[in-house]
């Protein structure tokens, strides 16, 4: 589904993403993880046309991804940042609505896919009624899921969505988009820097520091395996980290 040719990206004299190539192949689900500053949300971004390259390509479904084409990536790949993103003056309705209204679609269509995603998410109906601030963090971080699935789209990016959430909820979070991973068969990225979370949710685990991916495997290549002093060092800081038995 993606795909990443000698990727660099630059802010300034920092090197964001250095000569990066790897490909996430659809309907499979990758984590992204690394320290803070690693390079984990630029690639995001760069997948979602919010920001270009210096250089290298990026391929999506094998073809190359152009300026133009941001309208149609955004149909194609729904995206989930920490806080949600949702707008503050509209309900949840509303907010779930903006990009099908966009695409014309009919009042009731929307309605009917929202109270689809609701009862997917385990929100009750009402929820819709309600703006941002009247709801839970885990709820609004449930919205924010829905809105980045309401025109079905083959891919999710997902930036840290449980960054913000207290423990409990985190946990229950984590199952309900397990789950989502597991029934809906797309093309999923996700980024923490939680490797259990990690492991629990993703089949292939990336580990970036400085722009680079450093490892490329699974939980047990990370934990066994470590490519380097640097992934050793990263998987030791993760206290009592349960390595999931494949
Ligand atoms: P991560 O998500 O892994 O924490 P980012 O991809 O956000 O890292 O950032 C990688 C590096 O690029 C960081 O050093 C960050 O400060 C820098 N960076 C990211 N976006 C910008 C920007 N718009 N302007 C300047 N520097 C940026
Ligand atoms: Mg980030």
């Given at each position: 589904m993606f795909r990443l040719e000698h990727v660099s990206k630059r802010y300034g004299s920092l090197?964001?993403?250095?000569?990066l190539c790897v490909t996430f192949p659809a309907g499979t689900v990758s984590a992204i993880v690394g320290s803070?500053?690693?390079g984990k949300s630029t690639l995001l971004r760069l997948l979602l046309g919010l920001d270009w390259p210096d250089t290298g390509q990026i391929f999506i479904d094998e073809r190359p991804l152009a300026r133009e084409d941001r309208l149609a990536v955004r149909r194609r790949i729904g995206y989930v940042i920490q806080e949600g993103g949702?707008?503050?003056?509209?309900t949840v309705r509303g907010n779930l609505a903006l990009l099908p209204r966009h695409l014309r679609w009919s009042r009731a269509r929307i309605e009917a896919r929202a109270l689809e995603l609701a009862s997917l998410m385990q929100l009750?109906?009402?929820?819709?009624?309600?703006?941002?601030?009247?709801?839970?963090g885990g709820q609004r971080q449930r919205v924010a899921v829905m809105r980045a699935l309401m025109t079905d789209p083959p891919a999710l990016l997902l930036d840290e969505?449980?960054?913000?959430?207290d423990p409990l909820v985190r946990f229950e979070l984590q199952e309900g988009l397990q789950q989502l991973f597991h029934e809906l068969g797309k093309t999923v990225l996700l980024v923490t820097h939680d490797l259990p979370e990690a492991a629990y949710l993703a089949s292939r685990l990336l580990l970036m520091r400085s722009g680079r991916i450093i490892q490329d495997g699974n939980a047990a290549d990370l934990y066994?395996?470590?490519?380097?002093e640097f992934v050793r060092r990263f998987v030791a800081a993760q206290r009592a980290a349960p390595v999931p038995e494949r």
């Open positions: 090197t964001a993403l250095d000569d803070s500053g690693s949702l707008f503050p003056h509209l009750p109906a009402q929820v819709l009624e309600r703006y941002p601030a009247e709801l839970s969505p449980m960054g913000a959430l066994e395996r470590p490519a380097d």
